[in-house]
């Protein structure tokens, strides 16, 4: 089985998620839906069963062979998510990585029990916003921080049922797209809470992965030693 995630508080200072993430290729499956079609599961998604094991919600425990969990993809800026996708999904798949084109958030599939024929969506936007991202690094308490990509921020949005989520049960484990980093302590800084988030470099896939159970606006900032 997949490992417990803990509910957790998360302060200032947080710890990261022990393990590496992994990107997967999408593939042609069964659920496949030609662009341009508006069909369930999802308008340009893709939908693929991912074995098991030692994953991103695993905690680094491990697990069997029969567990699963699922990749939601599109190559967009949003990901529409239906209950009919929801349901197609076999009973032993616990957790799923919904992916788009900026980035992904991997979650407990008991998050999204609620879906039904309501708006339902993760939107992951990447833009400019200098003026913010400056007003934020103002504050003493981010002393010897700095923006990692200049007025760079991400804005994760889930919406389950027309309501944004911004806070969730379980732990979420968010990656996103940003491309090469220059060496040094990685944080992402929550711009709503104001949490200071430790975070880690993929290498493989040119992103910043970070755990978290509140979404919003993100900047990613280096700490000066």
Do not use: W
Request: aromatic residues 6%.
């Amino acid at each position: 089985m997949v490992g417990k995630t803990e509910s957790v508080e998360f302060v200032y200072e947080e710890t990261i998620p022990p393990t590496e993430p992994t990107e997967v290729v999408p593939s042609r499956s069964p659920f496949d839906i030609i662009p341009g079609v508006n069909t369930s599961p999802s308008k340009n998604t893709e939908i693929k069963d991912i074995a098991g094991g030692n994953t991103p919600l695993s905690d680094g425990r491990g697990g069997t062979g029969s567990d699963k969990k699922s990749l939601f993809v599109t190559g967009k800026n949003t990901l529409r998510i239906t209950k009919e996708a929801l349901h197609s999904l076999s009973t032993k798949v616990k957790s799923i990585r919904l992916s788009v084109k900026d980035g992904s958030v991997s979650l407990r599939v008991k998050e999204l029990k609620d879906v039904t024929d309501g708006t339902s969506y993760l939107k992951i936007i990447k833009k400019n916003n200098a003026k913010a991202v400056k007003k934020v690094l103002k504050n003493k308490k981010y002393a010897g921080f700095k923006a990692a990509y200049g007025g760079r921020l991400y804005d994760v949005k889930l919406v389950v049922n027309g309501k944004n989520v911004t806070k969730t049960t379980s732990k979420l484990i968010v990656s996103l797209k940003t491309g090469k980093i220059k060496k040094g302590s990685i944080y992402v800084l929550n711009l709503k809470t104001g949490k200071k988030i430790k975070a880690k470099y993929d290498k493989k896939t040119k992103s910043v992965v970070f755990g978290t159970r509140e979404l919003g606006k993100f900047v990613v900032a280096l700490k000066s030693n």
